[in-house]
């Protein structure tokens, strides 16, 4: 069972920038994608960006294309979040998850494939 630390949440005005980062452990043999979902009051949890094992690719949710970058450091058990361009509508509380796979670092998962999140922490955009 894997475990997150999230932190970089905060309060931001509209169109600035925020870094979340999450570090994960307790890993097994595989390959691990690591995933970005959030959350805002009263809506369902969605999917935001994802990153294979390797690093090699991504996915975004199209909300956020262009404004946000998951990248992350094998060296250091982390994931990033960079986002540029806040806007109110992206005030959620943030969180990390992540999907095993035994056979490709490669593969980038669906967004129902991951079953596990971190604590998560909280974004809010405002003025």
């Known amino acids: 069972q894997l475990q997150y630390v999230e932190s970089g949440g905060g309060l931001v005005q509209p169109g600035g920038s925020l870094r979340l980062s999450c570090a994960a452990s307790g890993f097994t043999l595989g390959y691990y994608a690591f995933g970005w979902f959030r959350q805002a009051p009263g809506e369902e949890r969605e999917g935001v960006a994802c990153i294979s094992s390797s690093g090699g690719s991504t996915n975004y949710a199209d909300s956020v294309k262009g404004r946000f970058t998951i990248s992350r450091d094998n060296a250091k058990n982390t994931v990033y979040l960079q986002m540029n361009s806040l806007k109110p509508e992206d005030t959620a509380v943030y969180y990390c998850?992540?999907?095993?796979?035994?056979?490709?670092?490669?593969?980038?998962?669906?967004?129902?494939?991951?079953?596990?999140w971190g604590q998560g922490t909280q974004v809010t955009v405002s003025s």
């Open positions: 998850a992540a999907k095993v796979f035994l056979y490709s670092s490669n593969i980038l998962p669906r967004w129902a494939d991951f079953s596990s």
